[in-house]
């Protein structure tokens, strides 16, 4: 067993939950080495693509379709092919939750425990530029890391909050088709992968979480529309935490109902509550998580007048006309919102009552109108695809001056790139990285500067 000092209150809990034999297995488990995954960007690059031109030694997630191990890499998050989206690094079981969540295009999807962004990219990517993803994180610092997370993915229908849950059941009441509560929780999944884990775990065991997720996912039921699901999860193995949480669901929301998970080699059944789904590092090839699908019962209403679509076009500057001729696919002109200079692309079914909300972001920051001229944003950039543009360069992974562009640093053209003048969308291998402004020899840096190499 690795140097993890856990308190024997535990390791009695777990050898009461798993049972003797099970329970040698889990401490076995300890002495392996922890695994790292990343989750490829389906909305950018195929799983296939993406083996065939990174140099990372990857090995398949068996029940992700997008997931994978990797190895023989100690800074991944390094890599260009990184700051261009195609990846996110996320612990493989972790993955789970937001992967079996059924969402489809057009869904109006909250995640209510977003941040830093695993699961909310994964929401975002199963929408498809359709519908709404509202990602809410109650630590405005958090909020902030989740943000740059979902631009760097490049989804535009998203709007990021850093609320109470309590604030936003007034706001959303009865709102949302698809639901996901990724709780706070003990973390008792984690403490192989996190020896910290266990340091909070000893400061704050798992009845004190069970207060917090009963309150949480009780504001998450009430913003859950009538045919809705909601995915409730954690990453600890308490019962109290896990199929108590789902018990009192059932019991004190009557309209609600369990919805049976479907088990793959390696999961296993909930604890005295069948249809819940377990994982466990004994058993799996990763950490440990629980997962519970429900349903509201009901017939599903969908309200049109919340789409911006209804709204009336107003007339843009020029300059910001002049930009977006220069990109090949559509915007809608009444989803185009202006607000202290800048400029947004609001997502459907945007309700007019969000706006009381504290919002890190609404929509797809477009760019900002600065002194009659536009700049486009680093959001827009990662949004699009290297052909969608009027203007590009695309370097190969290996030209150093990828990294002087992330590093922020002039870029200087060669004889056979051509002389650059205007916007330039620069890309590393056929993926967008970010925008330049061009001046015949050389392209300005507009790389985000927050976001640079560091």
């Not at 490829?40 to 997630?61: A, G, R, Y």
């Not at 695993?118 to 990517?125: F, I, P, R, V, W």
């Amino acid at each position: 067993m690795k140097e993890i000092k856990i308190s024997e209150e535990f390791l009695s809990r777990m050898k009461d939950l798993l049972g003797t034999v099970e329970y040698e297995a889990y401490l076995k488990s300890f002495e392996e080495e922890r695994l790292y995954g990343l989750r490829v960007n389906t909305l950018k690059i195929s799983p296939e693509e993406f083996q065939d031109i990174t140099t990372l030694k990857l090995h398949p997630v068996p029940w992700i379709s997008n997931g994978y191990y990797y190895e023989g890499v100690e800074r991944p998050a390094k890599d260009p092919y990184y700051y261009a989206g195609l990846y996110y690094l996320q612990e493989p079981s972790a993955m789970t939750p937001a992967h079996m969540l059924p969402v489809e295009p057009g869904d109006k999807v909250l995640d209510l425990c977003a941040a830093p962004g695993g699961k909310s990219t994964e929401l975002g990517t199963k929408l498809n530029g359709k519908g709404l993803l509202v990602s809410n994180d109650i630590s405005n610092s958090r909020a902030r890391a989740l943000l740059k997370n979902l631009e760097l993915w490049g989804i535009e229908n998203i709007c990021v909050t850093s609320e109470e849950p309590e604030k936003l059941k007034t706001v959303f009441p009865g709102f949302f088709n698809k639901i996901l509560v990724d709780a706070p929780c003990s973390g008792e999944g984690m403490f192989r992968k996190d020896a910290d884990m266990v340091k909070s775990y000893e400061e704050h065991g798992p009845e004190y979480y069970a207060a917090i997720q009963t309150e949480i996912v009780g504001h998450a039921v009430e913003m859950l529309a009538p045919g809705g699901l909601l995915m409730y999860s954690t990453c600890t193995f308490s019962i109290c935490e896990n199929e108590d949480i789902i018990r009192h669901i059932l019991k004190n929301h009557e309209d609600m109902e369990l919805v049976k998970l479907p088990l793959f080699e390696g999961a296993s059944d909930g604890i005295g509550l069948s249809g819940c789904f377990r994982l466990f590092p004994h058993k799996i090839k990763g950490e440990g998580h629980f997962m519970a699908l429900l349903k509201k019962k009901g017939e599903p209403v969908w309200g049109e007048k919340e789409k911006p679509e209804c709204r009336k076009a107003k007339e843009l500057p020029e300059e910001l006309s002049q930009f977006l001729s220069m990109i090949s696919k559509p915007f809608i002109t009444s989803r185009i919102e202006i607000k202290n200079n800048c400029v947004y692309y609001l997502p459907e079914y945007f309700p007019e009552a969000g706006r009381k909300l504290r919002f890190l972001r609404t929509g797809l920051l477009l760019g900002e109108m600065k002194k009659e001229r536009f700049e486009p944003s680093q959001a827009l950039a990662q949004s699009l695809t290297c052909e969608e543009f009027k203007q590009t360069i695309s370097f190969q992974k290996e030209d150093e001056r990828v990294i002087r562009y992330l590093k922020g640093e002039t870029v200087f053209l060669t004889e056979s790139d051509g002389r650059k003048k205007g916007w330039i969308l620069i890309c590393v291998d056929g993926f967008p990285l970010g925008f330049a402004k061009g001046n015949g020899d050389t392209l300005k840096n507009k790389y985000n500067p927050g976001w640079r190499w560091q």
